[in-house]
């Protein structure tokens, strides 16, 4: 069940909603990766951006742990490797995020790599030839930003249930 919660956890991570181009004669039409300097608004991104909540907006039970004990909180409810996110975005708008990296025998890790744009408080991503974005919310220092998405989970007894969850990044020091 943890799988499950977790692959719907790394579809928001790399980002919620996708474009992808192409055309009818199989070739395709990618966007153009993101170039030029920074925005005084894009500097606070620069930097390592870790994992640090999964919040639903309605109590969840995902583990299998013999007790019924639904949470909103579904990051106390993950293991060491579904928790392990991370985001580097760098000055030249290029970024990498790794997921399940830090962990033992992790499944579902991997890294992905593109580049970056902030315009107010749209994240935009280009990364194999597809444009992501999440609209971010920044706490009041700018050293964590939320995203969140609708998704249908499924509890430990299989129920399907409909929630909205939050992501939030941390900035590392």
């Given at each position: 069940m943890k799988r499950i919660i977790f692959s719907i956890g790394t579809l928001l991570m790399m980002g919620g909603f996708m474009t992808s181009?192409?055309?009818?004669?199989?070739?395709?039409?990618?966007p153009e990766d993101f170039t030029g300097a920074l925005e005084a608004n894009e500097q606070k991104l620069v930097g390592e951006w870790v994992l640090t909540a999964i919040f639903a907006d309605e109590a969840v039970d995902i583990t299998d742990d013999d007790q019924d004990n639904p949470s909103t909180?579904?990051?106390?409810?993950?293991?060491?490797?579904?928790?392990?996110?991370?985001?580097?975005?760098?000055?030249?708008?290029?970024?990498?995020f790794e997921q399940g990296l830090n962990g033992t025998n992790c499944q579902n890790s991997g890294t992905f790599d593109g580049t970056w744009q902030l315009s107010s408080n749209t994240l935009s991503f280009v990364d194999a030839c597809i444009q992501q974005n999440l609209t971010l919310t920044f706490n009041g220092s700018e050293t964590s930003f939320s995203f969140s998405d609708d998704f249908n989970i499924t509890d430990i007894s299989g129920n399907t249930i409909q929630v909205n969850i939050t992501f939030t990044y941390s900035l590392t020091p």
């Amino acid at each position: 069940m943890k799988r499950i919660i977790f692959s719907i956890g790394t579809l928001l991570m790399m980002g919620g909603f996708m474009t992808s181009c192409s055309t009818d004669d199989g070739s395709s039409d990618c966007p153009e990766d993101f170039t030029g300097a920074l925005e005084a608004n894009e500097q606070k991104l620069v930097g390592e951006w870790v994992l640090t909540a999964i919040f639903a907006d309605e109590a969840v039970d995902i583990t299998d742990d013999d007790q019924d004990n639904p949470s909103t909180d579904l990051f106390a409810q993950y293991g060491e490797c579904q928790k392990d996110g991370v985001y580097t975005f760098n000055t030249n708008r290029t970024y990498t995020f790794e997921q399940g990296l830090n962990g033992t025998n992790c499944q579902n890790s991997g890294t992905f790599d593109g580049t970056w744009q902030l315009s107010s408080n749209t994240l935009s991503f280009v990364d194999a030839c597809i444009q992501q974005n999440l609209t971010l919310t920044f706490n009041g220092s700018e050293t964590s930003f939320s995203f969140s998405d609708d998704f249908n989970i499924t509890d430990i007894s299989g129920n399907t249930i409909q929630v909205n969850i939050t992501f939030t990044y941390s900035l590392t020091p």
